[in-house]
């Protein structure tokens, strides 16, 4: 285990609709990325964010939000759902923006329907 | 931009035997990080094994080790004594250690990896 968690385990949304995702990171780390994981496929980097603010982003629309809090908790916040979004969600946790290693946590997996 | 091809997308071994994943990679980077990720069907993706690309020396961890060839782009992985509890689907990634590519991995598309008893 990574001490990475995150919640909720499963969710099941229809299109249009909202959805948020949580990650608490790792005790002592202060980074946290967040992959999109299609079924059979590698993770697709969304974004990472260091010290509450978004240090680096991938090939994703706006409608793809995030939040970090001061206990480097994080969101992942998904406006107007589209099917193509189901999905695996995954959180990564780092000892600060420049540590290459990330631990993941167990995901989340997004249904839309 | 970065890109990571894993050639084999299934892969199978019986138990106590050794197997040999591919994995090359695309950069103009010359500082790098290399990683497999392992996926039980439980989905946690967990690391394997992390291989710095300024060391020559191949990184090791246990029954793991890679053979990393910095000119060719290669990064493989060894599984000797194969267990049961290998099976899993099996990624490689890369990260930069600069310039915009830091922060995010991007990996290659999975081997699915079977143990037989």
């Known amino acids: 285990e990574t001490g990475v968690t995150q919640s909720p385990t499963h969710l099941i949304k229809t299109r249009g609709q909202q959805v948020t995702l949580r990650c608490s990171s790792q005790?002592?780390?202060?980074?946290v990325s967040w992959y999109q994981q299609a079924l059979g496929q590698g993770p697709q980097f969304i974004f990472q964010y260091y010290r509450e603010e978004e240090n680096g982003r991938g090939n994703f629309p706006p409608r793809f939000s995030g939040l970090q809090f001061p206990n480097y908790s994080s969101e992942l916040n998904v406006n107007a759902l589209e099917l193509d979004d189901s999905a695996l969600y995954l959180c990564?946790?780092?000892?600060?923006?420049?540590?290459?290693?990330?631990?993941f946590g167990p995901g989340t997996r997004l249904t839309v329907l | 931009a970065q890109t990571v091809t894993q050639s084999q997308p299934e892969m199978s071994v019986q138990e106590a035997e050794t197997v040999t994943l591919s994995c090359t990679y695309d950069?103009?980077?010359?500082?790098?990080?290399l990683f497999w990720y392992k996926q039980p069907p439980s989905r946690q993706m967990i690391l394997v094994i992390r291989?710095?690309?300024?060391?020559?020396q191949n990184a090791t961890e246990n029954r793991f080790s890679v053979n990393f060839q910095k000119a060719a782009k290669s990064f493989s992985l060894k599984i000797s004594d194969s267990q049961l509890g290998d099976t899993a689907m099996y990624f490689c990634?890369?990260?930069?250690?600069?310039?915009?590519?830091?922060?995010?991995?991007?990996f290659g598309q999975g081997t699915i990896l079977t143990v037989h008893p």
């Open positions: 950069t103009s980077e010359n500082n790098y990080y």
């Open positions: 291989q710095e690309a300024y060391k020559q």
């Open positions: 990564a946790s780092a000892q600060g923006s420049r540590e290459a290693t990330q631990y």
């Open positions: 990634a890369f990260i930069g250690a600069g310039g915009t590519s830091y922060g995010k991995l991007t």
């Open positions: 005790s002592g780390h202060n980074t």
